[in-house]
């Protein structure tokens, strides 16, 4: 069976700082991975996807993440924080079979210091 | 920019009582889903629809459940007889056609408060 574990229920960073959040999972099958973004009273954004080909992909608001599977990883990332990016966020895989529900972490909550 | 919307935003419902949790998904959607998340829990799968029939649904998806698409355009969730444990953010989503790398498009959630 597949799963998502993200470290960290809770980060907090810098202003300007880098951001990374941590996302590992379990597939028997090469995994389609994705990141969804909650910001306060509204619905999950998607931030941006891993199907097949190139491993590192680039989402919007400046975040990327990284396909390694060697370390069964999909850690996302940006550059320097800004305010307007504290949310939850949300690493998911699509599952195998069937209708392909997604299959979530536990979240993480940003939280960007000024 | 299309989206999926739920109402209402917040429920509150004594144990017992039956609710009903609309989503309207994106109009050429074909896939709609239900998902919940439990406060400080993983968001669940709870069930999944096409062509007006459930083609998946998890173990939480009981009797107590259904799903039903009454016109062309909403999507709702039943709960006949709520439980403390149903408390939870319920979120609905959709997608195009339900492909494995299709990204799904949800709702803002609805809060569902089962006192």
């Known amino acids: 069976a597949q799963s998502v574990t993200q470290l960290g229920s809770h980060v907090s960073v810098s202003e300007g700082a880098l951001v990374l959040l941590r996302c590992n999972y379990s597939?028997?099958?090469?995994?389609?991975l994705f990141w969804y973004v909650q910001y306060p009273n509204q619905g999950l954004q998607l931030l941006l996807k891993?199907?097949?080909?190139?491993?590192l992909v680039k989402g919007i608001n400046g975040f990327e993440a990284e396909f390694k599977k060697s370390e069964t990883s999909f850690h996302l990332t940006k550059p320097s924080a800004h305010m307007s990016d504290a949310a939850e966020y949300f690493c998911a895989v699509s599952d195998t079979s069937g209708t392909y529900k997604y299959i979530f972490g536990t979240g993480t909550r940003l939280k960007v210091l000024a | 920019e299309p989206e999926v919307t739920q109402t209402p935003s917040h429920q509150v419902t004594q144990m017992g009582q039956e609710v009903i949790l609309r989503c309207v998904p994106i109009?050429?959607?074909?896939?709609f889903y239900w998902y919940r998340q439990i406060l400080g829990q993983k968001v669940e799968f709870l069930v999944s629809?096409?062509?007006?029939?459930?083609?998946?649904k998890s173990e939480i998806f009981d009797d107590q459940f259904s799903v039903e698409r009454p016109d062309g355009s909403n999507f709702t969730l039943k709960i006949r007889s709520t439980k403390l444990e149903d408390s939870a953010m319920y979120f609905c989503?959709?997608?195009?056609?339900?492909?494995?790398?299709?990204?799904?498009?949800f709702g803002p959630g609805t809060r569902l408060t089962v006192l």
């Open positions: 989503a959709s997608t195009p056609s339900g492909g494995r790398s299709d990204t799904q498009y």
């Open positions: 891993y199907t097949t080909g190139a491993t």
């Open positions: 109009s050429n959607h074909l896939y």
């Open positions: 629809f096409y062509n007006n029939e459930i083609s998946e």
């Open positions: 597939s028997s099958v090469p995994p389609y």
